[in-house]
């Protein structure tokens, strides 16, 4: 009689994907994301201190930024994969995989890849400023993804909007119906703790000094709560009826279909209201549940190992030189040291040094399940959309890339740094750091870059000097808006004024506007034309 493995194993995969919940943070800079990330950390215990993850100043620091550009700026433009477990209430045993989506006002296409790789996204807003453009632009992104949203509203501690008018400006600039799962008690400045809408009690919140440590909360029977909160409880009761009476109720299948957000109000510097984040995530954020192939089948979570590289990553470690391939897990097992074949090649993958990343602390990672983040060092083979498998092959959609706003030719500085020249350009582009544009017009030495956002292009030069020693000058070029057109019609385009063609990487040509009118008015011009959109940033 032959035993099989396959059920229980198959149990163990989806018992573990069930435990997953893999998210990102979006938010304008400022908001809060990377004091919100060290509150999330600090509560699920997994570091003691608030400060170890970002370094914040005058905080204990183990910082993440790993670039010196982003030090001098003190910025985060790299991003992060964070694991740590979390234990509810009720006693349920989660882990929680964050990814940092970096925290810059420019687009770059890292950030909309991070999104590619996550079942829900924390959608964070200051008080004081509601809705700001670069939430705005990410929240399009999910939407275009249906990615389920849980929005917070952050610095309820500070003086800010009126909690009513914000839900109405959720509403009205996005049409997301608002479900607040709690209320706050006490005006924006003036936090005392929040309603929890659905048991009706209130928490109440205690600041601890310089709010490093998680703050304590006391739950408070709701016959209770006037006598400790007195009018700020009788308005929170109120305006909660009103929202009731107003459809505002939780709802989990709107939730899923990204139609309505379930709202939480924080304090991330004080700590105030993180656990019960971490409650609503453990409790409604979905799990990992497969994902869809090239041909539009599911590829289940317990179907053999799968995943899809959203990230590569060099010149975190400058003693290294490395660079990191972090791959998104779709379905399956993973065990360092498996050997898997890489979709693009067919070639076999080798995963010794596969490792998880916390903060800048990096270690060797043995297993890992759906959801998680494997990053894999010396992947030279892997580019940003990759599909990795064992045992049944499957190749998943490639990461769109977004329609490039930006575009610099870049020449080399130093004549003697040709071939590192060559080299590092053809690498940032394989990496995705840039889109790498050429034309017969302009030449081999003069490759045009092209990006979504211009930090891409500090990026680039920063890392061609550093990394690849031959230094570039970047001349900007007067182009806004790009569309894929047939190589019958380049030469018609290439006439034109305030219009140029060039050809990608990957072969697609792309046809180059100096604004959208131009385009417009050429579009009318050339009515044979054939000129086809990318996906913009922010449609
Ligand atoms: P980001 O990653 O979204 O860019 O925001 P970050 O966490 O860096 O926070 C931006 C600023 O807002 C920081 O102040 C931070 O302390 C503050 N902040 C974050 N959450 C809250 C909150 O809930 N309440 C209040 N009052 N402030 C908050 P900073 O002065 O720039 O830096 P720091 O020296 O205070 O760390």
Redesign the pocket.
Known sequence: MTISTAAPRTDRVSAEARRRRTFAVI?H???????LTEALVLHAKAITEAGAIHG??GRRSTVSDWMEMEKARGISITSTALQFPYTTQTGNSCVINLLDTP?HADFSEDTYRVLTAVDCAVMLIDAAKGLEPQTLKLFQVCRHRSIPIITVI??W??PGRHALELMDEIHDRIQLQTTPLTWPVGIAGDFKGVLDRRSGTFIRFTRTAGGATAAPEEHIDASRAHDAAGADWDNAIEESELLSADGADFDRDSFLRCTSTPVLF?????NFGVNQLLEVLAELAPSPSGQLDVDGNLREATAPFSAFVFKVQAGMDSAHRDRIAYARVCSGTFERGDVLTHAATGKPFVTKYAQSVFGQQRSTLDTAWPGDVIGLANAAALRPGDTLYSEVAVQFPPIPSFSPEHFSVARNTDPSKHKQFRKGIEQLDQEGVVQVLRSDRRGDQAPVLAAVGPMQFEVAAHRMATEFGAPISLESLPYTVARICDAADAPTLQKLASVEVFTRTDGVMLAVFSTKWRLENVARENPTVTLRSLVAAGD
Not at 29 to 35: E, R
Not at 266 to 270: Q, V
Request: aromatic content about 0%; overall charge positive; glycine content about 10%.
């Open positions: 938010s800079p400022d908001a809060g994301k990377s004091t914040k100043a925290g952050n610095k501690d500070r924080t304090s991330a510097a004080l």
